[in-house]
């Protein structure tokens, strides 16, 4: 088992940058894939970023690639997701969640997740 913990939200206008952490504690963090997910108010979680176990390999949906970019430290147990040229539509509450190795890559929907930090709450402002 891993426990998540994000940090790094905040309010930021629009165009900006934000960089979220994830750290983790327990299993060993590269026997997980990770990944990022968002909610807004009243919507379903979203799938934002996945990064496989090596950092190899990332997947990105077309709402965010080539603005955000995840990336991950084994030896800090910490992913990262750099946020650029951030929209009033970003807005949402940001999760970490780890996926075990023997399910496969990629994961892209939150069912197939097996862990999820508390989130952290990105705002921005237009």
């Known amino acids: 088992q891993v426990q998540l913990v994000e940090s790094g939200g905040g309010l930021v206008q629009a165009g900006g940058s934000l960089r979220l952490s994830c750290a983790a504690s327990?299993?060993?963090?590269?026997?997980?894939?990770m990944g990022w997910f968002r909610q807004a108010p009243g919507k379903e979680r979203e799938f934002v970023a996945a990064i496989s176990w090596s950092g190899a390999d990332t997947s990105y949906p077309d709402s965010v690639k080539g603005r955000f970019t995840i990336s991950r430290d084994n030896a800090k147990n910490t992913v990262y997701l750099q946020m650029n040229s951030l929209k009033p539509e970003d807005t949402a509450v940001y999760y970490c969640?780890?996926?075990?190795?023997?399910?496969?890559?990629?994961?892209?929907?939150?069912?197939?997740?097996?862990?999820w930090g508390q989130g952290t709450q990105v705002t921005v402002s237009s």
């Open positions: 969640a780890a996926v075990l190795l023997s399910r496969g890559w990629p994961r892209r929907s939150p069912y197939e997740f097996d862990y």
């Open positions: 327990g299993r060993t963090f590269s026997s997980y894939h």
